[in-house]
């Protein structure tokens, strides 16, 4: 078979089973409720790979992860980001279980091997076509970097930890000006 006409049928293929995924997805629609499809969830995660400048994945974080930098990180995400991520990490509040994609557990390998200017950049800039949001203009830099020392933070997070941050987490709730 001639080269062209083998580069042909394999366009030809994918145009074929694009549009088949493409009549199932309009059949069943885009309901966050629905598992992603290995298709959905490989443009997701290409998506979020390719967001983020090569420059900003060089950033190194000049805050230093002392204790009271950690709480602070701890005390800015109870109010600002546990609502969709969960005090510990993991996603599992009812905002994060109707958002799609999901949040990610933010204590997996998945976050936790990516660079301190991956997390900073994603908590500036958001995430286009998800849940989340850009906080560069709600957030100081000094103050994203913080949260980047607690993300890191997250796999180690004590019980006594995450029964004080409940405390903030009540107060968020009853002053939505912390949103």
């Given at each position: 078979?001639?080269?062209?006409?083998?580069?042909?049928?394999?366009?030809?293929?994918?145009?074929?089973?694009?549009?088949?995924?493409?009549?199932?997805?309009?059949?069943?629609g885009f309901?966050?409720?629905?598992?992603?499809?290995?298709?959905?969830?490989?443009?997701?995660?290409?998506?979020?790979?390719?967001?983020?400048?090569?420059?900003?994945?060089?950033?190194?974080?000049?805050?230093?992860?002392?204790?009271e930098n950690?709480?602070?990180?701890?005390?800015?995400?109870?109010?600002?980001?546990?609502?969709?991520?969960?005090?510990?990490?993991?996603?599992?509040?009812?905002?994060?279980?109707?958002?799609?994609?999901?949040?990610?557990?933010?204590?997996?390998?998945?976050?936790?091997?990516?660079?301190?200017?991956?997390l900073y950049?994603?908590?500036?800039?958001?995430?286009?076509?998800?849940?989340?949001?850009?906080?560069?203009?709600?957030?100081?830099?000094?103050?994203?970097?913080?949260?980047?020392?607690?993300?890191?933070?997250?796999?180690?997070?004590?019980?006594?930890?995450?029964?004080?941050?409940?405390?903030?987490?009540?107060?968020?709730?009853?002053?939505?000006?912390?949103?």
């Amino acid at each position: 078979m001639k080269p062209g006409k083998a580069v042909a049928l394999i366009l030809l293929a994918l145009a074929v089973a694009t549009a088949g995924y493409g009549l199932i997805l309009v059949r069943r629609g885009f309901s966050a409720l629905a598992t992603p499809s290995a298709i959905e969830e490989f443009a997701a995660t290409t998506a979020r790979k390719i967001a983020v400048p090569s420059t900003s994945r060089q950033l190194r974080n000049p805050i230093m992860p002392t204790t009271e930098n950690i709480r602070r990180g701890m005390e800015h995400f109870s109010y600002h980001c546990a609502p969709c991520h969960s005090n510990d990490g993991g996603g599992q509040t009812s905002w994060g279980k109707g958002l799609y994609p999901k949040p990610p557990d933010l204590r997996a390998a998945g976050t936790q091997n990516k660079s301190d200017g991956e997390l900073y950049y994603t908590i500036q800039n958001g995430v286009r076509l998800s849940g989340m949001p850009a906080f560069s203009e709600e957030h100081t830099a000094e103050q994203s970097w913080r949260l980047v020392l607690f993300i890191r933070h997250l796999p180690q997070i004590t019980p006594e930890e995450l029964s004080q941050m409940k405390g903030w987490d009540q107060n968020s709730k009853a002053d939505p000006a912390h949103f």
